[in-house]
C-alpha cells in the first residue's frame, strides 16, 4: 500500500515522538535543496548573460567596455523584450512575486504562498539579470527558498506554525548561500521574514542556514560576496563623521525607494503593453550603460571598486545617481529582480564619496573612504530592507572587523531612523505590502489577520424569514441565549438584517401589531456583516465600531449568502489560543498546543 507523505511523517513521527528532531531533518532538506537551487539560479544568469555578452563573467562591466557601444546599448533592449514575453506567456497579467510576498505568506497566509508562480518570477529574475538589468539577485533567491518551503509544507499538510518555521528556513537557506554568510541568513530569517524570534524555529533555521552555506561553499569556494581591502583601526573621533553618513544614507535610501514607485508610475502613465515595458526599459538602461556601465548587473564590480577607495570622488556621485536611476527604471518597468545588491551598491558609492570628503578635512583622523564605503553600504541597504541586525551582521561576517562594525551599527540605526522619521517607511518591502492595503502591525495584530472568521462561525445562530409574524418574532427573540434574530431569505439564504428587542420600539409589546407587522418590517436593513474569508482583526474592528458583539456572516458580499454568525467572545477566545501557542513557539515548548496537523 502506497502512503501519502503525510501518512509517512505521522508514522515517523509516532516514532521518534520529537518534532524539533523532525523539523531538523526537513530544514536539512530545505538547506540542501535551496542551496543547490541558489547555485542553479546563478549558473542560469551566467549562461543568459554570456549569450548577451559574450561572457559570463561576474564583472559585467568591464565586459561592456570591451564591446561596441551599439552593442552595450541594444543587448539589454533584447533581453527586455524576452523578459516580458516570458512574463506574457507563463505568468500573464501576474506581478512577479518576491520577497513582500514571502513576508505577506508569513504574516497572513500562515506560511502558504504559490509555489509554480514563484519559481517561474525566479527565472524571469536569471533572465533579467542575465540581459544586464539592475536589480538584485538576493531576492529572487529569497523566492526560491521560499517557495520549496512552501511546496514541501503543502505536501505534507503542515500546519500554519510549522508552515512558517520551513519558510523561514528556505529564506535563511538562500541569504546564506548567496553571501556565504549563515549567522546573517539566520537573523534575516527571523528578522524579515518570520517577523519575530522563535525558539521553536531557531534549530531548524539554524540548520537550513548552515547546510545552504556548505552547498555554496562547496561549489564557488569559501570567498566572501566582496572584496574588503585591510583598513586602518578606526578612531574614535570619526564616530561623528559616521553618524553624519547614516544621516545621509537614511536620505539617499529615501530617495531610493522613491526613485523604484516613480518608475512604477512612469511606466502605467506610458500606456505601453505589460509585455513591451522591460524592453523600454532595456533601452534606457542600454543608453546610460554607454557612459557608465558599472549600472549594469547586481553592481558586485563597482561596488569592490568602491570598497578598495580608489575611485575618484566625481565618478562616485555621478555613479550613485545612475545607479538609483537605473534601478528604478528596471524595477518600474517590470524586469524581475531584488533591491538588495542596488542598494549596496548605492550605499558603497555614497560612503565612498563621504570618506573622500572626510578624509581631505581631517585626513590624520580617518581610517580611509574603504571604510566610510562599507559603512555606507550597511547603511543604505538596511534602511531600504528595514534589517539592521541582519545588516550589520552581514558587514561583520564579510570583514571581521569589530571596530568597523560599531560603526557600521551607529550608520545603521541613524539611517533607519531618518527613513522612518522623515518618510515614515520601515522598510521597502512593508511599504509594499502597506501600497496594496495590508500593513504589517506587530506580532499580535499579525496573529489577528492570520486567523479567519470562518474559523469561528457558529452555524446554529437563530434566523427567521422576511414574512415571520411579529408574535413569531418576539417569542423567538426570548428564547434566542444572544437576543438577536437574523432575517434570511428562505429562496436563496440572502442575508436581509438583524432584528433586537430595541429594533422592535414600541411595537415589542403591541400585541394588536401582531398579524400586521412581519420580520421585514422592523429589521435592521444596514446591520453591518463579515465575509467568511475576512480576518478575525477587521472582525473585531467592525464590533468595535458598530458597538454590536454579534455580526453576522455571509459567504461573499456581493452575493450576501447568509452562513452564520460570530461572536465577541468567540472571536476572543481564538485569538487568546492562537497567543498561547505563538508564546509556546517562541519558548520552544513541546508540550504546547502547536501542532504540525
Known amino acids: 500500500m502506497k502512503l501519502k507523505p503525510s501518512q509517512i511523517l505521522l508514522r515517523l513521527r509516532r516514532l521518534v515522538r520529537n518534532d524539533q528532531l523532525i523539523l531538523g531533518g526537513l530544514a536539512l532538506v530545505v538547506g540542501l535543496t535551496v542551496g543547490f537551487g541558489v547555485v542553479l539560479f546563478r549558473e542560469a544568469i551566467d549562461y543568459v548573460q554570456a549569450l548577451y555578452y559574450g561572457s559570463s563573467d561576474e564583472h559585467l562591466a568591464s565586459v561592456a567596455r570591451a564591446l561596441p557601444w551599439y552593442w552595450v546599448m541594444l543587448a539589454p533592449v533584447v533581453g527586455g523584450l524576452a523578459v516580458g514575453i516570458f512574463y506574457k506567456l507563463l505568468m500573464p497579467g501576474r506581478r512577479p512575486l518576491g520577497i513582500p510576498e514571502v513576508i505577506e505568506a508569513a504574516a497572513f497566509k500562515g506560511g502558504r504562498m504559490p509555489v509554480r508562480p514563484g519559481l517561474m518570477a525566479v527565472v524571469g529574475s536569471a533572465l533579467s539579470l542575465g540581459a544586464g538589468a539592475s536589480v538584485g539577485r538576493e531576492g529572487p533567491a529569497v523566492t526560491l527558498g521560499a517557495a520549496v518551503s512552501a511546496w514541501l509544507a503543502e505536501r505534507l ?69 566582496f572584496m574588503i581591502p585591510t583598513i586602518h583601526q578606526v578612531n574614535v573621533w570619526e564616530f561623528p563623521a559616521f553618524a553624519g553618513l547614516g544621516i545621509l544614507c537614511g536620505l539617499v535610501a529615501l530617495v531610493f525607494m522613491h526613485g523604484i514607485v516613480w518608475g512604477e508610475k512612469a511606466a502605467e502613465r506610458s500606456r505601453l503593453p505589460r509585455w513591451a515595458r522591460p524592453a523600454v526599459a532595456g533601452l534606457a538602461l542600454g543608453v546610460l550603460a554607454i557612459w557608465y556601465p558599472e549600472v549594469l548587473g547586481v553592481g558586485y564590480e563597482v561596488t569592490d571598486n568602491a570598497l578598495s577607495g580608489t575611485l ?90 569589530y571596530g568597523l562594525t560599531i560603526a557600521v551599527m551607529v550608520a545603521v540605526v541613524i539611517a533607519n531612523v531618518v527613513t522612518a522619521q522623515l518618510g515614515g517607511i520601515t522598510s521597502w518591502f512593508h511599504w509594499c505590502l502597506e501600497r496594496r492595503g495590508l500593513r504589517i502591525g506587530g506580532h499580535e495584530v499579525r496573529l489577528l489577520k492570520t486567523l479567519r472568521v470562518r474559523d469561528v462561525i457558529n452555524p446554529d445562530c437563530l434566523t427567521v424569514h422576511p414574512g415571520t409574524r411579529l408574535k413569531t418574532v418576539r417569542e423567538y427573540l426570548q428564547r434566542t441565549p444572544y437576543a438577536e434574530l437574523f432575517v434570511v431569505e428562505q429562496k436563496d439564504g440572502r442575508f436581509i438584517g438583524t432584528i433586537t ?78 497567543l498561547m501557542e505563538a508564546r509556546a513557539e517562541e519558548r520552544g515548548d513541546q508540550k504546547g498546543p502547536a501542532t504540525p496537523f
Open 157 to 225: 499538510h503542515f500546519g500554519r506554525s510549522l508552515s512558517r518555521v520551513l519558510l523561514g528556513c528556505g529564506a535563511a537557506a538562500a541569504v546564506a548561500a548567496s553571501f556565504n554568510a549563515p549567522i546573517a541568513g539566520v537573523l534575516f530569517a527571523h528578522e524579515v521574514i518570520v517577523g519575530h524570534y522563535a525558539m521553536r524555529a531557531l534549530a531548524p533555521v539554524v540548520i537550513a542556514s548552515v547546510t545552504g552555506t556548505m552547498v555554496s561553499r562547496g561549489w564557488f569556494g569559501d570567498f566572501p560576496a
Open 312 to 401: 575618484p570622488l566625481l565618478f562616485l556621485t555621478a555613479c550613485a545617481a545612475a545607479k538609483i536611476v537605473a534601478t528604478s527604471v528596471s524595477l518600474g518597468f517590470g524586469f524581475g529582480g531584488g533591491v538588495f545588491s542596488p542598494s549596496l551598491a548605492v550605499g558603497a558609492l555614497v560612503g565612498g564619496a563621504f570618506g573622500i570628503v572626510a578624509t581631505s578635512a581631517f585626513p590624520e583622523l580617518s581610517s580611509g573612504s574603504g571604510a566610510y564605503a562599507v559603512v555606507g553600504m550597511g547603511a543604505v541597504s538596511s534602511a531600504v530592507l528595514g534589517a539592521p541586525i541582519s545588516t550589520v551582521l552581514i558587514i561583520f561576517e564579510l570583514t571581521s572587523d
Open 501 to 578: 428587542l430595541a429594533d422592535l420600539s414600541e411595537a415589542a409589546f403591541d400585541p394588536a401589531l401582531d398579524d400586521l407587522v412581519n420580520a421585514s418590517d422592523v429589521c435592521r436593513r444596514d446591520a453591518p456583516m463579515l465575509e467568511a474569508d475576512d480576518s478575525l482583526e477587521r472582525a473585531l474592528n467592525t464590533m468595535l465600531d458598530c458597538k454590536e458583539e454579534h455580526v453576522a456572516v455571509v459567504a461573499h458580499e456581493e452575493t450576501r449568502k447568509f452562513v452564520g454568525c460570530v461572536h465577541e467572545s468567540e472571536v476572543l477566545l481564538a485569538f487568546n489560543r492562537a
